[in-house]
C-alpha cells in the first residue's frame, strides 16, 4: 500500500511538472487596436515603411500609412523602429503532443497502435499546458499544425492557436487533413542480408521496395471502399474509419503524404491523380528534382528541415539550404518548417533567414513560414498575412525576424489579443540570475 502512494504521489509530481508556470491565457480585448510607426511587412511580399494597423474587435480593420487616430479610450503601440509580422506558422509538428521525445511515456500521446488509424484525431490529444508552447510564442510562432504519427495512415490533424485554456478554444480549423506515412521505397544494403557479404550474408530477403508498394496498394483498396461508403445515402453501419477520411473526396481534407525520395513522390503524385486528392508533401527533400511535375499537379510541398544533411550521399551539401529557391522559381506552392526535435520547432524562423540566404528574397522567405503555410493548412482567409478582414495574428521585433541576432520580440498578438511571451526557460533564466548574483 505504501508503494502504491508512494506510486500515485510521483505521477502527481510529474504531472505538475508539465504544467506551464504563471502563465495563463489573455483576456479578449474587445476594443480598438492601433500599432503605429512600425515597418509592416505583410506577408505577401509588400513592405509598409511607417505604417499603421488597425484592429477592432480581434480583426484587422485597415493596414497603411498616415492612418487617423483617435483620441478616445483606444489601445495604442507605439512600434517605431520595430518591424511587425503576421504570426508565424508551424505547418506540421507534434506540439501539444509530445512533451518529451524519449523515455517519458507518460508526457507522449502522439501515435495508436497498428498501421491503420484515420480515426485519430489528434485535436483531442493536445495539450494547451506543454511548456513548449510558451517557447514558441517567444519566438513569434503563433499557430500550428498538430499531427499524429505512426502506422501508415496516422489520423487527421488541426490547426491550433497557442494562447488557449484547453483544445476546444485552441483550434483554429478542426480535422483539416489526414496523414499517410508512404511505406519506403528505397532498397537499402543490409549487412545481415543478402548482397552484403557481412553477417548473415546470403540468407533470403524480401524486397522492401516490393513490400512498399504492396502496403500502397493496400491503402489504395481501403480509400476505393471508402469512396464507395461515402457515395451510399444510408449505411446499415457506421464505419469510423471510412466516415473519418470522407473529407478527402469532397477537398474538405487535405492528403498529407510524408516522403522525401522521388519515388515516393511520384506514388503522392498518383494518389492526386487517381483519387482527385488535395495532396501535401510533407519532408520533400527531393522536391526540387520534380518541382515542375509537382507544379503541374497542384501539389504543394511542406519542407521537413532545411538544417540537415541531404538525403544523397552525392548531393551538394548545402541542398538543402537551397531547395526553397529551387521550387519558389518553378512556382510550387511551399512551406518552411522546423521539424528539429532538439529545439523543439522555436528556430523555424532561422530556418527561413537559411533560406533567403540561399536564392529567396527576405520576404519570400517570410511567406514560406507565415501566408504560403497558412494556404496549405487551409487557413489563408482567417490568418497568414496582415490584411484587411483577417485575425490580428501579430509580431513585433526589434529588428529582422529572420536574423538570429536582432530578432528580439517584445510584443506578440492573438486575434488581437496581447499573449505573454513568458515561458518556462525565461523563469529558469531569471531564477538562477538571481542565484548567482547576475545583473
Known amino acids: 500500500m505504501k508503494k502504491i502512494s508512494i506510486y500515485i504521489a510521483a505521477s502527481l509530481l510529474s504531472l505538475g511538472a508539465f504544467a506551464q508556470d504563471d502563465v495563463y491565457p489573455a483576456k479578449a480585448y474587445n476594443g480598438l487596436l492601433f500599432i503605429k510607426n512600425a515597418t509592416i511587412h505583410v506577408g505577401n511580399g509588400t513592405v509598409i515603411q511607417s505604417g499603421t494597423i488597425k484592429v477592432s474587435n480581434g480583426k484587422i480593420e485597415q493596414v497603411g500609412s498616415n492612418l487617423a487616430i483617435p483620441s478616445d479610450d483606444v489601445k495604442v503601440v507605439d512600434a517605431a523602429g520595430k518591424h511587425v509580422y503576421p504570426g508565424l506558422i508551424l505547418s506540421n509538428c507534434d506540439l501539444g503532443l509530445t512533451e518529451i521525445g524519449s523515455g517519458v511515456r507518460g508526457s507522449n500521446d502522439v501515435s495508436e497502435i497498428g498501421d491503420l488509424n484515420p480515426s485519430v484525431r489528434s485535436i483531442v490529444a493536445y ?9 514558441l510564442r517567444a519566438n513569434g510562432i503563433l499557430l500550428a499544425g498538430v499531427a499524429p504519427q505512426g502506422g501508415i495512415i496516422s489520423g487527421s490533424s488541426s490547426v491550433v492557436q497557442l494562447d488557449a485554456w484547453n483544445w476546444e478554444d485552441a483550434a483554429y480549423k478542426m480535422e483539416n487533413g489526414i496523414h499517410f506515412n508512404m511505406p519506403s521505397l528505397m532498397n537499402r544494403p543490409n549487412q545481415f542480408g543478402g548482397g552484403g557479404g557481412g553477417r548473415g550474408a546470403g540468407l533470403s530477403q524480401e524486397d522492401p521496395v516490393k513490400v ?13 471502399e471508402a469512396k464507395a461508403y461515402a457515395a451510399e445515402g444510408n449505411h446499415d453501419a457506421v464505419n469510423l474509419k471510412y466516415e473519418a477520411v470522407k473529407g478527402l473526396f469532397g477537398k474538405q481534407q487535405k492528403f498529407f503524404v510524408h516522403c522525401d525520395i522521388v519515388k515516393e513522390m511520384l506514388v503522392a503524385i498518383d494518389f492526386a491523380k487517381e483519387f482527385g486528392f488535395d495532396v501535401v508533401i510533407v519532408g520533400g527533400s527531393e522536391s526540387y528534382q520534380v518541382a515542375d511535375l509537382l507544379k503541374q499537379n497542384n501539389i504543394a510541398v511542406i519542407l521537413a528541415q532545411s538544417h540537415a544533411l541531404p538525403t544523397a550521399v552525392d548531393d551538394d551539401v548545402d541542398q538543402p539550404f537551397k531547395t526553397p529557391a529551387m521550387l519558389q522559381k ?40 507565415t501566408l504560403n503555410a497558412a494556404k496549405i493548412l ?8 496582415l490584411e484587411v478582414g483577417k485575425d490580428a495574428n501579430i509580431v513585433i521585433s526589434d529588428g529582422d525576424i529572420l536574423d538570429m541576432r536582432t530578432n528580439i520580440i517584445t510584443n506578440c498578438f492573438i486575434q488581437g489579443r496581447q499573449v505573454s511571451l513568458d515561458n518556462k526557460q525565461k523563469q529558469l533564466y531569471e531564477r538562477y540570475k538571481g542565484k548567482y548574483g547576475i545583473k
Do not use: C, P, Q
Open 127 to 135: 495539450n494547451t499546458d506543454s511548456k513548449v508552447i510558451g517557447v
Open 378 to 385: 487551409g487557413v489563408a482567409d482567417k490568418t497568414g498575412s
Open 330 to 369: 518553378a512556382g510550387v506552392l511551399f512551406s518552411i518548417n522546423d521539424g528539429d526535435e532538439t529545439t523543439r520547432y522555436r528556430n523555424l524562423a532561422f530556418n527561413a533567414g537559411t533560406a533567403a540566404a540561399y536564392g529567396l528574397t527576405k520576404e519570400e522567405a517570410l511567406s514560406a513560414i
Open 212 to 224: 512498399g508498394l504492396e502496403k500502397v496498394a493496400a491503402i489504395k483498396a481501403f480509400l476505393k
